[in-house]
């Protein structure tokens, strides 16, 4: 019996080697890239940005990308576990897609030094195989305040946070910048409601804003969406909404959504790809804005026509001019004081 | 003014899903079962409100019926997870505590899976709505606060008087107390202890299951797998906070509701209070501080909650 579980053993071990074996002479030379993220890749809001940008870089680079992984609904607990099977199967690029990861992209660059991980957001340069990535919402949050300003007829525009952190608190802040460059006068409500993914809490505090008199809206991270419908229950009265993802001109909702702006990860992608290919796994922090394509801006003409007025779409279009021309026309964002509101 | 007439309108509007499941977890405790399983059972119940409706017309308007299905569909989903939990721990009397966990980390896996496979991402629906009752709602004050919600509120609200009633005024009621109490006494008196046991949880996971689905229907009129986030657990607690008694419960759930939409509303209003961390956690912080003052509770609660019976057993 010993003799046959010992033989039983060799037999497994010998097949595993030979097909692990197999395995990476397929994969070998191929980029492959797997996507770790909070939500799921389908939120119409942060997560699904990145999976969408992974996709269409996919696309625009036949051949190139031989396989993509996405690992949705990660707790920061379990994202070493994910990691390591990824590594194991021969993923090569690895885009953990949120700041309360840091320290496990951190563990991992230094277990793993052969990996290029992708990390965001933080402007910082964690490892040398390590690329950051920052989104510098400021410029699309001030895009959004352009417009609630110029819109709001009640002169009371509203703002559902996440947690006032990463670039949801660039997109806010700059959400006020632009609305005080264009309607000093407009009250400006905030509230943060402590979670990135509650969207039943986003859309009580939407509530909460629009029995309060507010009549322009927006917010930030997926939690919006759960704001945005909240919206839209007020079918026939005149309340409206910013967003922050393009995904959501085309849903249900999307005829309170005057515009949005989105975050254009396929540069990201395509970047993160040729730098593999050259060999230079990290060590460098990778802004996004409209100077460098990291940021795409989108009017909803099919069901909001009447609400861009010729007013309002000059002086975002002018203002996304300025923002291409010039990157980090907005350094003064992070001094925006929500008290003084 | 209007901040506390928001304030109060929203409290009713909110706290439906949370005082739903809270009294169904009281039958659960009441008959001596303790289901940490209700976050589960609330995802599945929100998981069928949506399902319903929007198999039938997609995001757009669909008739109210339609809709009452999918909140009917959600209660009987959650009386079918009541049942399966009372097979694991009546009939296998396995620990009610851990086969809780089990159950509410099952119900929102199995509804995440169902969703995706059936419908795909974060969906929308058009949901039922808000229809202020004629003249009534137009009662300065009070007509606001109490009448401009939608019909199912209401129906919700009725429940709590129902709730007392068949708890302390059938005798279905009694029987359900007596086996949370000393269920060995009961089956000396010919109560089918199990078969209590087994009706109340299926009568709790319906509420449960009813409350999700209200969520999905009525409140957040969309679903995503994290719809319920810690809600469940909320209705749990709110069963301690509120001594087992359906009346002190429903004031439980208003009272957490109204601290959860007054943290908003002070963000919104008093800008100059910058520590909105400290804010959102402040309804957790008011049930917290009511339990642990609140010493009598112990002695409140079914006798035998938590405790599996075996009547083969003598002790």
Not at chain 1, 171 to 187: E, I, T, W
Not at chain 1, 295 to 321: G, L, M, Q, R
Not at chain 2, 141 to 146: E, K, R
Not at chain 2, 224 to 244: D, H, K, P, S
């Amino acid at each position: 019996m010993k003799k046959a579980i010992a033989f039983l053993m060799i037999v497994a071990l010998a097949l595993t080697v030979a097909f692990a074996q197999g395995a990476q002479e397929e994969k070998k030379g191929d980029i492959k890239v797997a996507l770790i993220v909070a939500n799921t890749i389908d939120d119409k809001g942060w997560c699904q940005a990145m999976h969408d940008g992974i996709v269409e870089a996919m696309a625009e680079m036949p051949g190139k990308i031989a396989d993509y992984k996405a690992v949705e609904n990660t707790q920061p607990a379990d994202t070493m576990t994910a990691i390591r099977t990824y590594v194991n199967l021969g993923y090569n690029i690895i885009i953990v897609h949120g700041s309360q990861y840091r320290a496990q992209v951190e563990d991992a660059a230094k277990e793993f030094p052969d990996v290029m991980f992708a990390f965001g957001t933080t402007s910082d340069v964690i490892a040398p195989n390590v690329f950051s990535y920052m989104p510098q919402s400021e410029e699309t949050g001030y895009l959004s305040g352009i417009v609630a300003g110029l819109t709001t007829k009640k002169n009371k525009v509203a703002l559902v946070g996440p947690i006032d952190g990463g670039d949801s608190a660039r997109y806010n802040r700059g959400f006020v910048l632009g609305v005080q460059a264009v309607n000093p006068s407009a009250k400006i409500q905030v509230t943060h409601i402590g979670s990135f993914g509650d969207t039943v809490k986003s859309g009580e505090a939407a509530m909460a804003f629009i029995q309060g008199g507010a009549d322009v809206l927006t917010g930030s991270s997926q939690q919006a969406l759960g704001a945005l419908r909240a919206v839209a229950d007020f079918p026939n009265e005149e309340i409206w909404w910013v967003g922050q993802d393009i995904a959501q001109i085309d849903i249900e909702e999307g005829y309170k959504c005057i515009a949005a702006s989105a975050y254009n990860y396929k540069a990201v992608v395509v970047g993160l790809v040729e730098k593999f290919e050259e060999g230079v796994l990290g060590g460098e922090c990778l802004p996004m804005n409209f100077n460098n394509g990291g940021f795409v801006w989108a009017w909803n003409e099919a069901k909001c026509s009447d609400k861009i007025t010729p007013e309002i779409k000059k002086a975002v279009e002018d203002k996304i001019a300025e923002f291409t021309a010039t990157p980090d026309t907005l350094s003064n964002w992070s001094a925006v004081d929500y008290s003084t509101l | 003014m209007d901040l506390i007439l928001n304030t109060l309108t929203l409290t009713i509007r909110f706290s439906v899903a949370l005082m739903i499941a809270s009294m169904g977890e009281m039958f659960n405790q009441k008959a001596g079962i303790f289901n940490l399983g209700c976050e589960g059972i609330m995802t599945m119940g929100a998981f069928l409100g949506l399902l319903i409706p929007f198999s039938y017309g997609g995001a757009g308007s669909v008739p109210f019926g339609i809709n009452l299905l999918g909140l009917l569909s959600g209660a009987a989903a959650g009386a079918l997870m009541g049942l399966l939990f009372g097979i694991i721990v009546i009939t296998f009397r396995a620990p009610q505590g851990i086969a809780g966990i089990g159950l509410q980390m099952f119900g929102v896996g199995l509804a995440g899976t169902l969703f995706r496979s059936y419908i795909g991402g974060s969906q929308s629906i058009t949901g039922i709505t808000a229809y202020p009752i004629p003249v009534l709602s137009k009662i300065p004050v009070v007509g606001q606060i109490l009448f401009t919600h939608n019909p199912i509120i209401y129906i919700c609200y009725a429940l709590v008087p129902l709730a007392w009633f068949i708890i302390y005024k059938t005798p279905w009621g009694m029987k359900v107390r007596a086996v949370g109490t000393h269920p060995r006494a009961a089956d000396s008196l010919g109560i089918n202890v199990s078969r209590v046991r087994y009706q109340s949880l299926a009568l709790g996971g319906a509420m449960a299951g009813f409350a999700g689905a209200f969520l999905t229907l009525c409140q957040a009129k969309m679903f995503t797998a994290e719809i319920i986030n810690g809600r469940g657990f909320i209705a749990v607690a709110l069963v301690y906070f509120g001594q087992w008694h359906p009346v002190k419960i429903f004031l439980g759930a208003l009272l957490f509701t109204f601290a959860q939409v007054l943290q908003t509303q002070i963000q919104i209003f008093v800008p100059s209070f910058q520590y909105y961390e400290f804010l959102t956690m402040l309804p957790y912080i008011l049930v917290i501080v009511v339990l642990a003052f609140n010493k009598e509770s112990n002695k409140l609660g079914p006798a035998a909650l938590g405790k599996p019976f075996n009547r083969e057993m003598r002790i």
